[in-house]
């Protein structure tokens, strides 16, 4: 099965700050890969689908990227709403393996 | 507008058995299979299968066959997870989720907690 790995585990960054989170899948998955949002205590969030694709709704200031293997999730200013830990899952066949999560809070 | 209600959190004792529903409302029932996700507590969304809504097929992830059986009832449009000889390792939040493609449209989830 493939394997799906998110770096870094967890990050503190400012308000107003880049991020970027990445994602690994050990097999190549076209760009069959989504990315979701929870917010603590909360119900997980789909935020980027097709690797690249904004889901309806969510802003604008989220962008994600890559194809095959290796995959990015950027939130270009870092607002205190965002404070979430995100997870990247497969979906190209199953099983649709989640990656460990990525846990973002403000610095 | 799309919707998945699960019923409410359980409260079971090792051995028992526990059956979560998934009721969906607001879209065609049948038009998208339904997913089912762990996540134990403190811990990370962990894809457990899901079922083919038109056919009722079930497809279960490594560590989810034996125990776990995901089946239908589409004249209600509801989905549903069964768990027996539960153990306390099975204490956990059980969402429901709608995919198209990506996982769309979650249930607000069910806590299971299984104690002595």
């Known amino acids: 099965d493939v394997q799906m790995t998110q770096s870094p585990s967890s990050l503190s960054a400012s308000v107003g700050d880049r991020v970027t989170i990445t994602c690994r899948a050990s097999?190549?998955?076209?760009?069959?890969l989504a990315w979701y949002q929870q917010k603590p205590g909360k119900v997980p969030d789909l935020l980027i689908y097709?690797?690249?694709t904004l889901q309806s709704g969510v802003p604008s200031r989220f962008s994600g990227s890559g194809s095959g293997t290796d995959f990015t999730l950027t939130i270009s200013s870092l607002q205190p709403e965002d404070v979430a830990t995100y997870y990247c899952?497969?979906?190209?066949?199953?099983?649709?393996?989640f990656g460990p999560g990525t846990k973002v809070d403000i610095k | 507008q799309e919707q998945l209600v699960q019923s409410g959190s359980e409260l079971k004792k090792p051995g028992a058995s526990v059956k979560v529903s998934c009721k969906a409302s607001?879209?065609?029932?049948?038009?998208?299979?339904v997913n089912w996700v762990r996540q134990a507590p403190g811990q990370g969304l962990e894809w457990m299968g899901w079922?083919?809504?038109?056919?009722?097929?079930?497809t279960y992830a490594q560590g989810f066959t034996g125990r776990f059986v995901f089946s239908l009832d589409t004249s209600v449009s509801t989905a549903y997870l069964q768990i027996s000889s539960l153990k306390a390792e099975d204490t956990a939040v059980y969402y429901c989720?709608?995919?198209?493609?990506?996982?769309?449209?979650w249930g607000q989830g069910t806590l299971v907690t299984v104690s002595s």
């Open positions: 079922i083919n809504t038109k056919t009722g097929n079930p």
């Open positions: 899952q497969k979906y190209n066949s199953a099983p649709f393996t």
């Open positions: 989720a709608r995919r198209p493609a990506a996982l769309d449209y």
């Open positions: 097999q190549g998955i076209s760009n069959y």
């Open positions: 607001g879209y065609s029932f049948t038009s998208y299979a």
């Open positions: 097709a690797a690249s």
